[in-house]
């Protein structure tokens, strides 16, 4: 089993950036694909990026192609979320996920293990 935390979410003004972290501990970091998703009021919580075990693929949302980069350092066991130019819509719950020897998929039902969230409000 592995236990995930993100963090570095918060209140930001549109057009700002943040990094969002989600370290993970339990198990060998490098065995699981990681994403992250985001869940904003009232509605399901939608794919937004994901990268492969080694991180040399990535995957986006086209919502998030262009402002949003996944990475992910595994000495580290950390995945990251840049947001850049942030907009009032990016306002959500954003969520890091882990799948067991998966690849960078963009199926909630192929992760397994979630973290409990990190809040991003992005004002107008």
């Known amino acids: 089993q592995v236990q995930l935390v993100e963090s570095g979410g918060g209140l930001v003004q549109a057009g700002g950036s943040l990094r969002l972290s989600c370290a993970a501990s339990g198990r060998t970091f490098s065995d699981y694909a990681m994403g992250w998703f985001r869940q904003a009021p009232g509605k399901e919580r939608d794919f937004v990026a994901a990268?492969?075990?080694?991180?040399?693929?990535?995957n986006y949302a086209d919502s998030a192609k262009g402002r949003f980069t996944i990475s992910r350092d595994n000495a580290k066991n950390t995945v990251y979320l840049q947001i850049n130019s942030l907009k009032p819509e990016d306002t959500a719950v954003y969520y890091c996920?882990?799948?067991?020897?998966?690849?960078?998929?963009?199926?909630?039902?192929?992760?397994?293990?979630w973290g409990q969230g990190t809040q991003v409000t992005v004002s107008s």
């Open positions: 990268i492969n075990r080694s991180g040399r693929t990535t």
């Open positions: 996920a882990a799948a067991f020897l998966g690849s960078n998929s963009e199926r909630r039902s192929n992760y397994r293990y």
